[in-house]
């Protein structure tokens, strides 16, 4: 079910030969009878946004917030392709407008995949009418499936409270940090509700979830979480945050449990900064720290370089107040060791989960970062694109 | 020669016991007749400073910028050490001040190695009379063995211009950021300067050389950088100002050399850009990239993710006025890919120098970074501490 959970949606996913290897790359999420509903967007936050990222922000602000239907395919960003990969993006929207009766402006489009590379456009318009045949409230396994690039799992998830449900897919193994890293999400929801409102609930959400997730510090080109909603259950607006908070929380734990070459999850936790900008400021020199990475793959609890990022982030630092902890065990104190129960740190750090809390001991900022450690595997996925 | 290639200094380097391997772990440089000269250093700016960090900063403070030696330890940085950790650097440099018989405030000292260990005091009591014991002109050398971590090779230097000599030795392999990361560097001349003087001419230095050097975006707790000038030479200070950045070039760039694992060394260099902030910033995400790092380690000419970095630096970017090149080979403009010589971008990857440059095409600002590739050496050196 997943991105088709919530009444009034259908998906397919299908193969049209983006990709060489066969797989599925070609997928859709539209409403039962294609008439346009409230709609909102997030997109990346880089300067060399790709087409299908500007197409689709244009398309959102002609309809003040409102589509039918999101094309989303894998195995080519179509980024890094210019004024042809702006028509190709549109093109896209145009050749399922045509299926399903709405019209350009009312269809999103996201692609993901190598960059630099003019999309196939022969096996895109081939394929797109056999995916709009192919359309169904079934649909949303075929759909998560088909935007999977070197994601190992497909990635979705269901929420349903006070009678409102959100449901959705994601895509995101690498290029992932925070502000819209390599990753797409569409969710769906029931709900009746304005797109402006919609907009906000998705911006808040995705602050702390996405936004809070940080695979290797590359914020790609190409990334877009989209939420639809179909208006047919009345829900109060805190309620439909809830749910699309809780969705997008879980889509990005999803990525997180699945970066590349990973072999653990990371929680990397600051409290007691001056700020709130600050504590993520220093969440994230951890985070992204090859350095510390390094340590979490090898298990070793080396907090001396989790001491040195801290004081290197630009966050306000008083490393006499400050203490470093894996789990529930604090294994520094005012800058130096403290005996502690090394035993039970080992055993943390074997595990799939790991757990640093830094409180710096000035003030009441907060921020926890998605992490994950650094490895050969990931090396590997990513020092060829052949 | 090396470190005492300038007339009126001595080094030694010899083994105390700090490292378990029996390497050479103790250095000392010192004027001959153990009379202090003016100095200046550049520190870290890492908060969690270590304490031979605060020790020397105070001490050249004290004197205003004049010592009489610089000792140096590897194998244990006396970092995240507190107060006992500042009680030991001091009681080195008293140590080494009653060899030479001048002022323990006259005496600079400097640590590498692990985070948050106590230095083995008693190894470097018996340590320090003998390495006073072997000092000489020409101990230069083993005082760069007796610093070295997990440098592979010794990094010397010496200056001849216009009648004075700059000579220094430098280590540094990982941990290693702009802003004086993971490294000690120590420079003697001959010159007769102020010690105010000497400070601007070093600070000058440093920006474009060891602050354009980065193998891991990491900056460490006890980076150094000192000069020590015995006045024996008239020198304008604008000669020996580019002596001493001469000097500072070759050290960072044997460095880059012998960065943690790399197989490549990688020009980055930004240029076009609306100012030399935003250059600086460009070429850092570029150069701190993972996944850019994977490529460059594949030989993979894939600039999809360089032209991704670019854009999501921060720094002003217009996608349709960028370019970027291979060596000389323009490989993509405008955003896109433009046709090329593929065989002559192959060979230059190949190669153990890569040259990237990227055109922002906007402005005037230009930087320039040194860095590396990112290799399975990288994590298998930093998994453990052990």
């Known amino acids: 079910m997943s991105v088709t959970a919530a009444p009034g949606f259908s998906a ?36 060399a946004a790709a087409a299908p990222v500007e197409v689709s922000r244009l398309h959102l602000e002609r309809t003040a917030g409102r589509a039918a239907a999101v094309v989303l395919s894998s195995g080519n960003a179509n980024a890094g392709t210019g004024e042809p990969g702006r028509r190709d993006a549109l093109r896209m929207c145009a050749l399922v407008a045509e299926q399903l009766g709405c019209a350009t402006e009312e269809v999103l489009v996201c692609s993901t995949g190598l960059i630099g590379f003019p999309l196939p456009m022969d096996a895109i318009e081939q394929g797109i009418p056999a995916l709009a045949a192919a359309l169904g409230p079934g649909g949303g396994g075929d759909a998560a499936e088909a935007i999977r690039t070197t994601d190992t799992v497909r990635k979705e998830v269901v929420v349903e409270r006070d009678g409102c449900t959100v449901g959705g897919m994601a895509k995101g193994a690498a290029m992932l940090a925070p502000h819209m890293a390599t990753m797409l999400a569409v969710l769906t929801t029931d709900a009746a509700v304005e797109p402006a409102v919609l907009r ?10 996405f936004n809070a997730l940080t695979v290797d510090g590359a914020t790609s080109t190409n990334d877009t979480v989209i939420v639809l909603a179909s208006g047919r259950s009345a829900v109060e ?21 699945d970066a590349e070459g990973a072999t653990k999850v990371v929680r990397v936790r600051v409290k007691g900064a001056a700020s709130r900008e600050d504590a993520e400021r220093a969440a994230r020199k951890v985070a992204e720290s090859q350095l510390v990475k390094c340590s979490w793959y090898g298990e070793d609890p080396y907090w001396g370089r989790i001491l040195s990022e801290l004081g290197s982030s630009g966050a306000r630092f008083e490393i006499d107040a400050a203490t470093i902890a894996y789990g529930d065990v604090v294994v520094s104190a005012g800058g130096v060791a403290v005996a502690h129960d090394e035993d039970a740190v080992a055993a943390h750090l074997a595990g799939p989960h790991i757990e640093v809390t830094a409180d710096l001991g000035i003030g009441v900022g907060e921020w926890t970062l998605l992490t994950n450690d650094l490895t050969h595997a990931y090396i590997d996925e990513n020092r060829g694109t052949s």
Chains 1, 2 share one sequence.
Request: net charge negative; with cysteine.
């Open 200 to 209: 906000d609930l998705l911006a808040t959400s995705v602050l702390d979830t």
């Open 12 to 47: 397919a996913g299908v193969a049209c030969g983006i990709k060489a290897s066969g797989d599925p790359d070609l997928a859709l999420v539209a409403t039962h009878d294609g008439a346009p509903v409230a709609a909102a967007a997030v997109f990346t936050t880089n300067r």
């Open 237 to 257: 607006p805190d309620v439909l945050g809830a749910a699309i908070h809780e969705a997008c929380a879980s889509l990005a734990a999803q990525m997180a449990g």
